[in-house]
T-cell receptor, first 111, second 116 residues
Framework: AQSVAQPEDQVNVAEGNPLTVKCTYS??????LFWYVQYPNRGLQFLLK??????LVKGSYGFEAEFNKSQTSFHLKKPSARVSDSALYFC?????????FGAGTILRVKS | DTGVSQNPRHKITKRGQNVTFRCDPI?????LYWYRQTLGQGPEFLTY????????KSRLLSDRFSAERPKGSFSTLEIQRTEQGDSAMYLC??????????????FGPGTRLLVL
């Protein structure tokens, strides 16, 4: 069955430093992978998705993600973190017509 | 820009009462989804509609839960005889159907339910 795992409950990074939020996947067939961000007491905002093509996907707010088939990973990255990036990040994969989410990773960016 | 809207944003109820939530999707989107998110977890799928047809329901959706999308536009999610375990954030999402599992789902702000 399609699933994703986010191995880190929390990631801490200093403002201005690069950030990485990890996601690994387990799928049969071609994976359709997504990243969403959630701010406190808010819904989920779509950041980016991988369907096919280039392994480096660019998304909203300067985020990008690298699809790595051999490592079954889809890590979210940003070259220079901002305090406003502090939030809860979810990786997800489609299973049929629904999304299956990881448990989420809290990102804290300190000034 | 009108995104997905949900009402109410917050609901406090007593155990045993019925509650109903509403979701208005992005206007041209024909697919609508309901998810439930408990504290510290990722959202879990409940059900989805294509136009007015309810095409899939999760095993999480017990007999006390019912969802409708009568005219293929807004949707309602009703929980009957609420239990404390129903306390969660209920999220609605919509997408423009046609590309199947590649579609991007856009989420509303959620309705936070607290059952006392």
């Amino acid at each position: 069955a399609q699933s994703v795992a986010q191995p880190e409950d929390q990631v801490n990074v200093a403002e201005g430093n690069p950030l990485t939020v990890k996601c690994t996947y387990s799928v049969s067939g071609n994976p359709y992978l997504f990243w969403y961000v959630q701010y406190p007491n808010r819904g989920l905002q779509f950041l980016l998705k991988y369907i096919t093509g280039d392994n480096l996907v660019k998304g909203s707010y300067g985020f990008e993600a690298e699809f790595n088939k051999s490592q079954t990973s889809f890590h979210l990255k940003k070259p220079s973190a901002r305090v406003s990036d502090s939030a809860l990040y979810f990786c997800a994969v489609t299973r049929g017509n629904k999304l299956v989410f990881g448990a989420g990773t809290i990102l804290r960016v300190k000034s | 820009d009108t995104g997905v809207s949900q009402n109410p944003r917050h609901k406090i109820t007593k155990r045993g009462q019925n509650v109903t939530f509403r979701c208005d999707p992005i206007s041209e989107h024909n697919r609508l989804y309901w998810y439930r998110q408990t504290l510290g977890q990722g959202p879990e799928f409940l059900t989805y509609f294509q136009n007015e047809a309810q095409l899939e329901k999760s095993r999480l959706l017990s007999d006390r839960f019912s969802a409708e999308r009568p005219k293929g536009s807004f949707s309602t999610l009703e929980i009957q005889r609420t239990e404390q375990g129903d306390s969660a954030m209920y999220l609605c999402a919509s997408s423009l159907g046609g590309s199947g599992s590649q579609e991007t789902q856009y989420f509303g702000p959620g309705t936070r339910l607290l059952v006392l």
